[in-house]
């Protein structure tokens, strides 16, 4: 029986923690673009080429899909899951856990330079707060950390690969976008920001005393 294997972590309990840990990173979100008026925003047209939304738009709908299959059907797809130690499922919790907690820490430093979009005309100033003392793009780093956690939770590939390739995509290939426009608004304190901060993780001889 899968639940004598897998203890804590069998079938029912993983549903309901991956279920929690969703709801979680929706309420961020949503508060955030409330207090913001982010909630619907078209302005990425403007700013990335379509073929990069697109991509985000195809693994979405991947993800979006997997998350369904993995909450309302997952006995049709139980057997393709991959079998993890118990020991790997229980460390899911607490790696989506802190990641969520560096999400929130990044929106309280951002304020209201928060965009979903890489648009710089409300940005008014470059925030070297909170996380982003230390590098860059805590956010991403936080999805990235976060969809690896429920991944491990889940045990669904296609949702753990989609949502990973979701924010692989906007570290390697939206970055340079996002990183060109902040150094035209700011050709001088973001090169100096720059020098001193690693995009992912910090740069240990700049760390601060």
Known sequence: MEGQVYFLMKHEAATIIFIIFLCLLVLIRSVYKLRYNHLISIKAFHYEPLWLILIRYIFGLLL??????RIF??????????VLPVWLQIAGMPIAFLSLILLLASHQALGDNFSTSIDTERTHEIIM????????HPMYVAYLFFFAGLFLISRSLVFGISGILIILSLMILRLPYEEKALTE???DIYSEYKTR???F?????????
């Open 64 to 69: 979006m899909a997997a998350t369904i299959f």
């Open 185 to 187: 608004k700011y050709p």
């Open 197 to 199: 901060t690693g995009a």
């Open 129 to 136: 707060r909170g996380p982003y003392r230390f590098i860059r």
């Open 73 to 82: 059907i997952p006995e049709y797809f139980i057997s393709h899951y991959p």
């Open 201 to 209: 993780i910090p740069k240990i001889r700049h760390l601060p005393k």
